[in-house]
């Protein structure tokens, strides 16, 4: 009743609004390829109405008094379009407008819809990726990637070259979300920290919420990704091919039912492979590294159909398939597979001022680790997302609401550092329901947002308010604040002690979870749920010193209120026999509290044929484990990414790109000493004078020592040239860590020896585009 009651009163709104001005709405596409043109301005020339499209391509332009206006779309790099309307009272117009590539640059009309963006979008804690963005990274093994990019976002740490996580401004990788296209992506980076699973030339857009992000996400308490896939070629077959020293990849798209007219419903695929050979080619080329090669090998496929209807509605069906194999001789081997299918829809009304948009999709992820020094270890997850949202845009106010629905099973088993077997088979579901109202008046913009999650298996609600605000000081000043409340059930349980940290398993709120915990002042209190539970606060200030120079300063803190980790000091079975000893001794896991905060600096420099990215990152964090506090394995104080392109020569065919990143030591925790440890396999009649024990290792206080400080310079050179009307060769020469530095990845705690990342590499890759 409440549900219809709130589409009653904005559809009265909407009429109302409707009837005293005209609204004029629609998509943006290519002309060349008939894909959406995102982020672009859509306004009426010599008025204050405008817009910009989102990344559907999509715009509305509400309350324009009845008249005769020339509608323009203007973006870098494509022909300005203005096209002559009459609209009458009441009139709802819905529009298809199509831009032409031109060779003429229009700096000025790109930067003016970042600003305008900028001015009535709070994006507090968020970075907007484009391939644009991702091209003027250096590119290692001769492709850019998503994942190289991502290491040099503000509040972003990596752990490393090879096996390396990101962390992002205190949350572990389980507490960050990915979608592609509205599914959830369980495993988004191969073991080689180089490369993600998604394919750059399919990427149309990214974002990356750092913290603070709206009620439209939920279900994590860190971060989100949001991945968009590009369509196909609707006008013609084209297609990519690739070759480098790392791997190969390959791109084919095209229309299996090409639209007759501009406007007219179409039907197109694109499908995309990408293999990692490095294991192969690096016993020849890399010898020097190890020469029994390096030990990543990887397989990526992704393909979609999309269909496209008159009016701009779209739906779309897709399916990937990524695996991944990893063989550290004599530490570990690892290999997971992570496969899916799904599809979602835009909708757009003729009569009504909504967009209406859907997704359903199912996954399967499952990951196992052999070793010559640990017990085995296990962990599947599968399970469908569902979600529907619908977008009212009422005169210069947006409101959004929608639900979101994840059904999911895991099954993981799992030995900790003490030789205890943990491991849980479990069903849950999850249902939330969220309203987001966006509210831009003048200076400032607020948006007030609400988000109801249920949790089923734990027969628990949470209901999470969040706020987001901007406030116009100047035009070129604004200030920002948001934050909220966020949970979620999914945990992720791994060594803090493991010297290769690739093991993510996925389980739900765990049964066998300790009923009391102590906190930091000594307080026994009660555990009411099984949730992890974060509230975040950021706020900071956007300076735009001029059209080509911005800055962007950012403060955040986290609190994790409840964290469920793996309990690392588990020495007893969870018994009756055993019910008097503490549960700190007994219990599979333990409830964790934590803090991050920090500052994050950004400045960048664009202009035609110069980029310049400058981050700092300023970040400490903590943990509390009703024991001890400590420093997680990922708490970096200093990171510092530098990142230039530039562009040159008499056709503007030559790019040279560099990258140089400089980060402080990570903890971890020392070694103190050996000794035989027995395992008493026959209980109390072990004969433990006869028998003949492990090595046993006795650790030091947890993540008390500082591994040295990593620093890493990466640059490459591309050349272009042109064939035919759209054929096109690039060839690429990279260097990974051009001056050889020698950076740690880890201390063989047996051996006592030291390994080191990734040393110089350089790369050689050749492409064609036809």
Do not use: C
């Amino acid at each position: 009743m409440k549900h219809f009651l709130v589409v009653l009163a904005f559809s009265f709104i909407s009429f109302f609004s409707i009837g005293q001005s005209a609204i004029v709405k629609g998509f943006v596409y290519e002309k060349e390829t008939g894909n959406p043109i995102i982020f672009t301005n859509v306004y009426l020339e010599n008025t204050s109405y405008g817009g910009v499209t989102d990344v559907n391509g999509y715009f509305a332009i509400n309350r324009i008094p009845a008249g005769t206006y020339n509608l323009m779309v203007t973006f870098l790099g494509y022909d300005t379009l203005r096209e002559t309307i009459t609209l009458k009272n009441g009139e709802m117009m819905t529009k298809q407008l199509y831009l032409q590539k031109s060779s003429i640059e229009l700096d000025e009309f790109e930067v003016s819809s970042e600003k305008q963006e900028a001015q009535t979008e709070v994006k507090m804690s968020v970075v907007k990726i484009t391939p644009k963005e991702l091209k003027q990274l250096p590119s290692v093994g001769g492709e850019a990637d998503l994942a190289q990019y991502l290491q040099v976002l503000p509040g972003v740490i990596f752990t490393g070259d090879q096996g390396g996580q990101l962390y992002i401004r205190g949350g572990s990788p389980i507490q960050n979300k990915v979608l592609l296209d509205g599914m959830i992506i369980y495993n988004p980076f191969h073991s080689i920290g180089l490369f993600s699973v998604f394919e750059t030339d399919i990427i149309r857009n990214a974002d990356i919420y750092t913290g603070g992000f709206n009620a439209e996400y939920g279900g994590r308490i860190s971060s989100i990704m949001d991945i968009t896939t590009r369509d196909g070629n609707a006008k013609s077959f084209s297609g990519k091919i690739g070759m480098s020293t790392f791997g190969a990849k390959a791109l084919l798209e095209g229309p299996l039912k090409k639209p007759k007219e501009l406007g007219d419903p179409y039907i197109s695929y694109i499908l995309s492979g990408k293999t990692s050979y490095l294991d192969r080619t690096s016993k020849q080329l890399y010898q020097y590294v190890d020469t029994a090669g390096l030990p990543f090998n990887f397989n990526d496929l992704y393909g979609k159909i999309t269909l496209s209807g008159d009016n701009g509605s779209k739906f779309n069906l897709f399916g990937f398939n990524y695996n991944d194999n990893v063989n550290y001789r004599g530490i570990a081997e690892i290999g997971w597979q992570n496969y899916g299918a799904g599809a979602n829809f835009v909708l757009v009304p003729l009569y009504s001022p909504v967009l209406v948009e859907g997704n359903f999709s199912y996954s399967n992820y499952e990951i196992t680790q052999q070793s010559t020094t640990i017990n085995p270890r296990s962990s599947s997850i599968d399970g469908f997302n569902l979600g529907l949202n619908f977008t009212y845009f009422i005169l210069d106010d947006e409101i959004k609401y929608g639900i979101d629905v994840v059904g999911l099973s895991t099954d993981f088993s799992f030995f900790n550092s003490l030789n205890r077997r943990i491991e849980q088979q479990q069903n849950t579901t999850e249902l939330a329901g969220y309203l987001k109202y966006k509210w831009n008046r003048g200076k400032m913009v607020l948006e007030p947002s609400f988000r109801a999650q249920y949790y089923a298996s734990l027969g628990t609600f949470s209901p999470e308010p969040r706020l987001g605000f901007k406030y116009n000081i100047s035009d070129d000043l604004r200030f920002k604040l948001a934050g909220g409340l966020y949970s979620q059930n999914l945990i992720s349980a791994n060594s803090d002690r493991d010297v290769v940290n690739l093991f993510y398993g996925f389980l739900t709120g765990p049964d066998n979870l300790q009923n009391t915990f102590t906190d930091e002042n000594g307080n026994v209190k009660e555990v009411e749920h099984k949730l992890q539970k974060s509230q975040h606060l950021m706020g900071g200030f956007e300076f735009d010193l001029n059209r080509r120079i911005t800055f962007n300063l950012e403060g955040y803190y986290k609190r994790f209120s409840q964290l469920t980790n793996l309990n690392r000091n588990k020495i007893f079975d969870d018994t009756e026999d055993n019910f008097n000893r503490p549960e700190i001794q007994r219990k599979d896991f333990i409830i964790e509290t934590g803090n991050a905060y920090g500052v994050d600096f950004v400045a960048k420099y664009d202009y035609k044929r110069i980029y310049f990215w400058a981050v700092y990152s300023l970040g400490f964090n903590d943990r509390w484990d009703g024991i001890q506090t400590y420093r997680p394995i990922f708490d970096r104080r200093h990171n510092v990414n530098l990142v230039s392109s530039y562009t040159f020569g008499k056709n503007l065919n030559w790019e040279i790109n560099g990258r140089w990143n400089f980060g402080s030591g990570f903890p971890f925790t020392q070694n103190q000493g050996y000794y035989e440890l027995f395992n008493f396999a026959d209980g109390i009649g072990t004969d433990y004078v006869a028998a003949n024990g492990e090595l046993g290792i006795s650790y030091a206080q947890l993540n008390q020592g500082r591994l040295p400080y990593y620093h890493r310079f990466d640059a490459n050179l591309k050349y272009k040239t042109y064939y035919g009307e759209n054929g096109e060769v690039e060839v690429n020469i990279g260097v990974t860590n051009l001056y050889n530095r020698e950076n740690i990845f880890y201390y063989d705690r047996i051996s006592n020896e030291r390994v080191n990342q990734l040393p110089i590499l350089p790369s050689l890759g050749v492409s064609l585009r036809f």
